[in-house]
């Protein structure tokens, strides 16, 4: 088995952003773009993970802090593919273009996700973590881009691939968004902690939860959504 750990990056989010898969100190890979997002970096990083390992035939464990991309690859692709890559509302899948290609690598692939908390210590996240950041840094301050040997000395080809088109971000009165949209799990949460919330079928008609704030639990919620670099209405979502 291999195991693996893939992790993007993007200081702004949107903003210069890095991908990075990360295997041990011979076998990494690295790219990025001018401007992205994170979870399209985070995409990025599995899509070429499983690029780079497809002349291999052992099973794959990626290890990622991103529950968008393990819920799009392991629960909501199949609804997306059978509505066309478009959502219960009709509008286009986020980050459509990556998932096509994702969708492609996977096919007949021996897999599977492991979920682990960012940011706390652990080694081959903390080792893709590094090398996406190094990469969306370079790309801010015109350096650069640290690529890596890939798998086996073959770097990726596609470091300065052309950059992704970005979403627009929802606006931040907007409290009821999409449910296939989730932020990237750069908090203290845990697995337990999602699973209190889980929806097992995001192409289904959308859900609707009221929520009575008071002006200093707003105040708070607004703080600590700048903190983290996203929409109050992405945090807020993340914490459901």
């Not at 195991?3 to 949107?14: E, F, H």
């Not at 002349?55 to 629960?75: A, F, G, M, P, R």
């Not at 950041?133 to 881009?145: F, N, P, S």
Request: net charge negative.
């Amino acid at each position: 088995m291999i195991i693996a750990a893939a992790d993007g990056s993007a200081l702004g989010n949107p903003g210069p952003a890095g991908w990075a898969w990360f295997v041990d100190e011979s076998r990494w890979a690295a790219g990025g773009w001018k401007h992205a997002t994170n979870n399209q970096g985070e995409l990025k990083a599995v899509l070429e993970l499983f690029r780079a390992t497809a002349h291999l035939d052992d099973e794959l464990l990626v290890q990622c802090d991103s529950q968008y991309v393990i819920n799009s690859v392991t629960k909501w692709m199949p609804g997306w593919k059978r509505k066309g890559w478009r959502k219960a509302d009709g509008k286009p899948v986020m980050n459509v273009d990556l998932l096509r290609e994702l969708d492609e690598a996977i096919a007949g692939r021996r897999y599977r996700f492991e979920w682990v908390k960012g940011h706390i210590g652990h080694e081959l996240n903390e080792a893709a973590d590094l090398r996406a950041r190094a990469v969306a840094e370079a790309y801010q301050r015109g350096l650069e881009i640290p690529t890596g040997p890939g798998w086996g000395g073959t770097a990726p080809t596609d470091a300065a691939a052309p950059e992704p088109q970005v979403e627009p971000l929802l606006p931040d009165t907007d409290l009821v968004p999409p449910p296939d949209v989730v932020p990237p799990l750069d908090d203290d949460r845990s697995p337990g902690d999602a699973a209190l919330f889980e929806f097992d079928d995001p192409s289904a008609d959308w859900l609707t939860m009221t929520l009575e704030l008071t002006t200093e639990e707003h105040t708070r919620l607004v703080e600590r959504a700048r903190a983290a670099g996203v929409p109050p209405e992405e945090f807020l979502r993340g914490l459901i």
